[in-house]
């Protein structure tokens, strides 16, 4: 294991040193330097109707060093694999947010900082990631920890032993690396993953992975690297079912492609992240109708509905009746559901109505 | 409307004395403390041709005519009387030219002759002494002594008064041929003549050889024509082949199809074609014509007189005859010394007092115009054989026609000619003149002679000599002191010295090489053109019965040919804007005591008339310009007269005025106070006096005054004032004794307006009653239509009938009901905009100008709104806007604010022009603002109003009411500024932060090379130096381009 490990680091310090080769041997020629990067945008999106996985297309934009545009982001990426370079040598790990204050310092003589927001240099990573062909754990940068597990699962991480269903109330907190977990004892039938936390601190209480056998994960918002890699391996080491529950909007439906297809701005790691047997368990438009939710909507904003018909032409929907069905139904509703909408029928329905009839009548939208 | 205020106010207050008046509503006239009434006071002080029988040269409709402009103008004035523009009480007379009249005129750049268009007709009552201008040659033109013609001076053509011209003075004539400009006619078509004169007179002539027309169509036509009993004579017709020319006025028909045919008297023998060639023949005959020919005026004959050892030419003249109108001549013996050659055809001799007009006799010959429309070959025919009749040497001349050769290779000097025709001898100049040909005149008075014992009576002759060498002509001579800088030629030296030669020929110019000679700089493009000098031989005063002196303006050019033999005359009317002269103004102050102050304001104005002063210097509302619908600068309060009365009310000294209105007039000095009771001028004291210029006004007054410089006083008066008016220069000596000049920015004076009469929307109820009672008209229809611009007199009449009145009603018999229903009904109908032409806006170019001049920004644009109307009053509303330089970086703009180039300096706030800028969103244009205030920022706005009638908000004059029509205009042209502003900001913000961007590079290397280095291990220094070598490369390709886009649009702002 640790030779392998050492084996990767090496691949990727390599592909570190020969990006700054690469501009080395331009700069002797005289010439304006540039880093060839793949284009990360709709207009560079392949979906493969067979693997079901958003892909990166061939489309590559070169970034100049004397290029007043380019110029900042230039010496970002440098900088940043400079970072990552040193990190891979002394073995150590930087989170986002360090990589960030590793690279910002005002440029002597001006008033120009190399970095100005994390964003920047979070963008500059994923760049980093395509121009090496090496994920942001290869090189040696975490995300933060975001989201909760709990249900029938021991695991072990760095020695340790864990057990997912005796966390107490806040659950095991997944890490952003988890290539090094190991399953010990998984007796869960299948994974449910969830947008809101809220939520999943509900079912949590009412002890749901319990009494339906089940692990409930969630994240706040959009799902983590961390998380799309543990719902993958659950799926593929396992074989469990993964259902998710989304508000019934489109952020919801996209968050769903995501973990499904995998994502716009990841598209080149969509091989380890998508997992095409993910379902789709709810909110639906037909649930509102069904359970009589209509009163507790909210009413659809401008943007929703730009979003909805954004959304509707992405490939992966395109050709969905299920889901284009939603989406009209979404813009003839004009309103949008939460996940929470459902406590309007009692605090507890969710998990005691709402979930089981779900899951036993197989209620799922692909 | 301020103006009804002051009325108001004055009727109310009759019964007080004006100076009472005055002390309550100070405020309103702009007296209210010391300070504003110092500048009050300044403001009022600062604001404030041919003779009838010269010929003229000119093109009607394509036409030649050489015809007396005093006839040529009163002619159009009198066909176009509605439309003349009277100004100066009568005194000037106006007229705008619809019809293509052209007249000769020199380019004042290429100095080539040409034809120009005439734009306007001027006549002005003489107000002058009328002086005959003579040339060397015996030229001559009678013009006032303010009306200019053109001298070169150093080389170049410029214009110079009479007055400012002494003898020995090069005057500029036309040298070379100007003839082929015209266009050529090939024959006179003479069925086309006839039929264009009155047909009484054509009763008895027909049309012979006329078979072909008579088609069913014509024939049915005539029949048409003919009484029923007199239809059988189209059978004549068409057996005889004629018809009556006065029948062929009736017909449709084309005359092309009566070409070949004869015209002639009904029952004469003599016919002649109707269709004459202009060819050589006819020019000769007509020469002849001119000579020898006259026609009996019962129409009996004509005949040419020759000398009976004039066989040959006899001979030769009645072959002429046959060629031109075929008709065979007969030679009688008139006496011993005489042959006549007679033609005994009366359609010949019709056809030379009707149409050819060549003069009947001797005293009366003439050249008609249409000799000028021939070509230069045929002219000159006709001037050889008109020499060879009236000329010596007759017979070498007489050879020169036979041999087809010109009068240089005659064995004479010169050709020696007379008449008794003044105006054959006029025309003779300009036939002359038109082939380039120089020559000299003279005269001799009438006498008796006795000649061999018999008396004889000669009359009055003219005599013309025409040089056979061209070249000694002193046309062809330059006066060496404006051609010549400076020579090393002694001998040249030596005849200037000893014999005083101050003329040198052209060809010694042109042919001079420049080691001798050092010429002006300009005088090759003289040497090159079409002009020539000729000198002054005396100036002296003519005795002028002539109800008016004439003008013409001809724009671009400026001159024009005129006079007794062809003189370019500059086109020029008496003074001032009018005049020409660039107006200046001197003003100085002097501080006598703490709060007391000397003023004094000098203008070169066209001065004031004697009998006027007092009036307007000291009487209250007195000549104010109510019911003038004229754009005018100044007369700002109530007029100067409110000066003059607070001076004396603060001080009690009387105010001291003299004023000039011409050089050969007296400069009046008076010192005048009012008469506060009675509102009269009272004269302190009335004399001639010296005054330094030829004609202006000045007023000297002390008054109490606090004097504080700053953004209301007087020093800001005077830039914004030069700022308004970029053609006038101000000389400001100020109390410390320091003079300040503003100098003009622009040579060029405004645009004249003109004044119009007021648009019945432009008027208030008030004024419309006023008006009712004092109109000269008879009746309420001509009240409206004379009165008014833009009402008709079906339109007036449905006006009247709608307010349920009569036509036929005296204006000043309505009640004021009446009037006041009538005015409600005229304000609710529509009425056509007035016309917007008659305003005179500084310009967009010298606006942007004279702003350069004075203030010290980096930007300038500048834009004059197209004119529109607001309440029937047209207006132009023109802005601009300076930016960056040395202005004021923090803090609002500065606004200055112009109504008829007058500044507004006071009620900033209650102005609409303040209204408009702070309305206008200048965030838009990259220039912060807050909400409900100026703008911010290194910024001056001008904006000016100029309009018959500028709005105020009250008498003193420094407000514009808020019309919503203004306030769109104006914020309109503060947006066309702003946008051109915001193209310069965006611009220069962006150059500068891309140059910044660009050093950011430099500043870039050093990290992007530690960290290379880290990734690579190559040393930091090595990159960093072959980084900046590429950076040095790349940035010659990076900046230069952005440097040029920025020339590129200085450039274009420029153009605009």
Redesign the interface.
């Known amino acids: 294991m640790a030779k392998k490990t050492k084996q990767s680091r090496n691949s990727t310090v390599n592909a570190l040193e020969d990006l700054g080769k690469n501009i080395l041997s331009q700069i002797k020629k005289g010439k304006n330097p540039e880093i060839a990067i793949p284009i990360r945008a709709l207009s560079n999106i392949e979906f493969d109707e067979k693997s079901k996985m958003v892909s990166l297309g061939n489309k590559v934009s070169a970034r100049y060093f004397f290029h007043i545009a380019h110029a900042k982001k230039f010496l970002q990426t440098v900088e940043v694999a400079a970072v990552s370079h040193n990190l891979l040598r002394e073995d150590k790990h930087a989170s986002l947010r360090d990589v960030f204050y590793m690279i910002k310092r005002t440029i002597p003589g001006t008033k120009a900082n190399i970095v100005d927001e994390q964003s920047e240099s979070d963008s500059v990573i994923e760049d980093l990631e395509l121009i090496t062909d090496h994920s942001r754990e290869q090189l040696n940068i975490n995300a933060n920890k975001n989201g909760s597990v709990a249900g029938k699962v021991i695991i072990e991480d760095k020695g340790d032993t864990i057990d997912w269903s005796k966390l107490g109330s806040g659950g095991w907190s997944i890490p952003s690396n988890v290539e090094e977990i190991k399953f010990k004892k998984v007796t869960a039938q299948y994974v449910l993953y969830m947008e809101k936390a809220a939520v999943w601190e509900r079912l949590h209480e009412d002890k749901f992975w319990e009494k339906q056998k089940c692990i409930i994960m969630s994240s706040q918002g959009q799902t983590t690297r961390g998380i799309r890699r543990l719902l993958q391996r659950l799926s593929s080491e396992y074989k469990l079912p993964i259902y998710v529950l989304c508000d019934n909007d489109p952020w919801g439906a996209y968050i769903y492609s995501v973990i499904k297809y995998g994502s716009i701005n990841l598209a080149h790691i969509s091989g380890k992240m998508a997992i095409p047997s993910v379902r789709y368990l709810g909110i639906t438009c037909d649930d509102i109708e069904k359970y009589k939710l209509e009163k507790h909507g909210i009413k659809l904003k401008d943007t929703d509905l730009a979003r909805i018909k954004q959304i509707s032409e992405y490939t992966w929907f395109k050709d969905n009746k299920a889901w284009q069905k939603q989406f009209k139904m979404m813009k003839q509703s004009k309103i949008k559901l939460e996940i929470q909408a459902l406590s309007s029928r009692g605090i507890s329905f969710i998990s005691n109505v709402y979930l089981p009839e779900k899951i036993k009548n197989k209620e799922f939208i692909d | 409307m301020a103006k009804t205020i002051a009325d108001e106010l004055a009727k109310k207050q009759q019964s007080i004395s004006v100076s009472e008046f005055f002390t309550k509503n100070r405020h309103l006239l702009g007296f209210d403390n010391p300070r504003r009434a110092l500048l009050t006071a300044i403001k009022e002080a600062v604001d404030n041709s041919l003779t009838e029988d010269m010929p003229i040269v000119i093109r009607e409709d394509g036409n030649f005519k050489i015809i007396k402009i005093g006839g040529l103008i009163d002619s159009y004035f009198d066909k176009n009387k509605g439309e003349k523009f009277i100004l100066r009480d009568g005194n000037l007379e106006k007229l705008k030219l619809k019809n293509n009249i052209e007249a000769i005129s020199f380019d004042p750049k290429t100095l080539k002759v040409q034809f120009k268009k005439i734009s306007y007709l001027y006549r002005h009552k003489p107000n002058s002494p009328i002086f005959r201008m003579k040339l060397e040659t015996g030229r001559y033109v009678d013009l006032t002594p303010y009306h200019s013609v053109f001298t070169i001076k150093e080389g170049n053509v410029c214009s110079v008064k009479l007055s400012d011209l002494t003898v020995g003075d090069y005057i500029i004539v036309p040298r070379k041929e100007w003839g082929k400009k015209l266009p050529i006619i090939k024959e006179i078509n003479l069925i086309e003549e006839l039929l264009r004169l009155e047909p009484e007179l054509t009763a008895k002539i027909n049309v012979y050889n006329v078979s072909n027309i008579f088609t069913k169509e014509i024939i049915k036509q005539l029949k048409e024509l003919l009484p029923k009993d007199k239809q059988y004579r189209v059978n004549d017709f068409k057996k005889m082949s004629y018809i009556p020319l006065n029948l062929l006025r009736k017909l449709i028909i084309t005359l092309d199809e009566l070409d070949d045919t004869l015209i002639g008297y009904s029952l004469s023998r003599n016919k002649i074609p109707s269709l004459i060639k202009v060819d050589n023949n006819f020019a000769q005959l007509m020469g002849f014509y001119l000579a020898e020919g006259s026609t009996l005026s019962n129409l009996e004959k004509v005949y040419f007189s020759f000398g009976s050892h004039e066989k040959e030419m006899i001979v030769y003249t009645k072959d002429l005859i046959y060629k031109v109108f075929k008709i065979k001549a007969s030679s009688i013996s008139a006496h011993d010394s005489a042959v006549n050659i007679c033609c005994y055809s009366k359609i010949f001799a019709f056809i030379m007092k009707y149409i050819l007009q060549f003069g009947m006799n001797a005293k009366s010959k003439t050249i008609p115009g249409i000799i000028f429309n021939m070509n230069k070959n045929n002219r000159y025919d006709l001037l050889l054989a008109y020499l060879a009749g009236d000329g010596y040497p007759s017979k070498d001349i007489f050879e020169l026609i036979k041999t087809k050769r010109y009068i240089s290779s005659l064995p004479v000097q010169k050709i020696t000619s007379a008449t008794i025709s003044s105006e054959l001898f006029t025309k003779l100049q300009y036939l002359l003149s038109s082939l380039g040909l120089n020559y000299n005149t003279g005269f001799s008075k009438s006498k008796t002679r006795y000649l061999s014992g018999i008396e004889a009576k000669f009359s009055q002759s003219y005599y013309l000599y025409i040089y056979t060498n061209q070249k000694n002509s002193n046309i062809n001579k330059l006066p060496i002191s404006d051609s010549i800088v400076s020579h090393n030629d002694c001998q040249l030296r030596h005849r200037i010295k000893i014999h005083n030669q101050n003329g040198i020929y052209r060809d010694t110019l042109i042919q001079q090489n420049n080691n001798t000679m050092l010429l002006y700089k300009n005088i090759n493009l003289f040497l090159d053109s079409d002009l020539g000098v000729l000198r002054i031989k005396d100036i002296k005063e003519i005795s002028y019965n002539g109800k008016w002196v004439y003008d013409i303006s001809v724009p671009e050019a400026e001159n024009f040919l005129a006079g007794i033999g062809p003189i370019f005359c500059h086109n020029s009317l008496d003074a001032c804007q009018e005049a020409k002269i660039l107006p200046s103004i001197k003003l100085v102050m002097k501080q006598l005591q703490e709060d007391r102050y000397y003023i004094s304001v000098e203008d070169n104005g066209p001065g004031i008339v004697k009998k006027q002063i007092p009036n307007i210097f000291a009487k209250l509302l007195y000549g104010s310009k109510f019911f003038t619908m004229k754009q005018q600068r100044g007369q700002q309060g109530i007029g100067i007269s409110a000066a003059v009365l607070y001076s004396q009310l603060t001080t009690g000294k009387s105010a001291k005025i003299t004023s000039k209105i011409g050089k050969n007039h007296p400069a009046h000095y008076y010192e005048l106070k009012i008469d506060t009771k009675n509102n009269e001028p009272e004269i302190v004291v009335d004399k001639e006096v010296q005054f330094d210029s030829d004609h202006g006004t000045k007023i000297e007054l002390e008054m109490e005054a606090i004097y504080q410089k700053g953004a209301r006083g007087v020093d800001e008066y005077l830039k914004q004032t030069a700022i308004a008016n970029p053609h006038a220069e101000i000389i400001y000596i100020d109390p410390e004794g320091k003079t300040i000049i503003f100098p003009m920015a622009t040579k060029e004076l405004p645009k004249e307006s003109k004044e119009i009469k007021p648009h019945p929307h432009g008027i208030e109820l008030g004024i419309f009653i006023s008006m009712l009672s004092s109109t000269k008209t008879k009746n309420l229809s001509s009240f409206l239509t004379n009165d008014f611009i833009r009402i008709s007199g079906p339109n007036a009449k449905k006006l009247i009938e709608e307010a349920e009145m009569k036509v036929t009603m005296k204006p000043n018999s309505l009640n004021s009901d009446q009037a006041e229903k009538l005015y409600k009904i005229i304000q609710k109908a529509k009425i056509m905009a007035p016309p917007t032409n008659c305003l005179s806006p500084i310009g967009e170019e010298a606006l942007q100008k004279s702003l350069e001049k004075e203030v010290p920004a980096e930007f300038f644009a500048s834009v004059t709104r197209p004119a529109t109307v607001y309440r029937g009053n047209p207006f132009v509303i023109e802005a601009a806007i300076a930016y960056g330089g040395q202005l004021e970086q923090e803090g609002p703009i500065k606004l200055l604010r112009f109504a008829n180039r007058v500044p507004l300096q006071y009620q900033q706030s209650a102005c609409a022009i303040t209204k408009s800028v702070i309305d206008t969103n200048w965030r838009n244009y990259n220039i912060s603002q807050s909400k409900g205030a100026l703008p911010q920022g290194p910024i001056v706005v001008a904006v000016h109003m100029a309009s018959v009638w500028v709005p105020f908000t009250s008498e003193s004059k420094e407000a514009v009411a808020h019309y919503p029509e203004i306030i769109k205009q104006i914020k309109m042209a503060l947006q066309e500024c702003g946008r051109k502003l915001a193209s310069h900001i965006r611009k220069t913000v962006r150059v500068r932060e ?1 140059k910044e ?2 050093s ?2 430099e ?2 290397i ?3 090379a530690s ?2 280095s ?3 291990k ?1 040393k930091k220094d090595n ?1 960093t130096d ?2 900046n ?3 040095k ?2 940035l010659k390709n990076l900046l230069p381009e952005e440097l040029e886009e920025k020339d590129g649009e200085k450039d274009k702002t420029k153009q605009k």
């Open positions: 891309q961007r660009a950011l590079f500043k870039y050093p990290e992007i960290a290379l880290n990734l690579t190559e990159i072959k980084l070598k590429i950076l490369k790349s």
